[in-house]
């Protein structure tokens, strides 16, 4: 399976991801959020297998993005 699928099957099995208000349907929050790599981590190490780099932040038209550059491109 290509991994963007796997990555939306685990989310939607983990219930989506609670940031600030998001709850699902049931008022349950999801816990997706913990199994993110980048997202909210700028400056920190990249979890990626071998990766020596850090997690970087930019701002796209009000919106953070955040991503390794040796890993992500």
Do not use: K, W
């Amino acid at each position: 399976m290509p991994v963007i699928r796997q990555v939306l099957n685990d989310a939607i099995d983990a219930g989506g991801s609670s940031l600030r208000d998001f709850r699902q349907a049931d008022g349950e929050l999801g816990y997706f959020q913990h199994s993110f790599d980048v997202y909210g981590r700028e400056g920190q190490p990249c979890r990626g297998a071998g990766c020596t780099d850090t997690v970087v932040r930019i701002v796209q038209s009000g919106r953070s993005s955040f991503y390794c550059r040796s890993c992500q491109r």
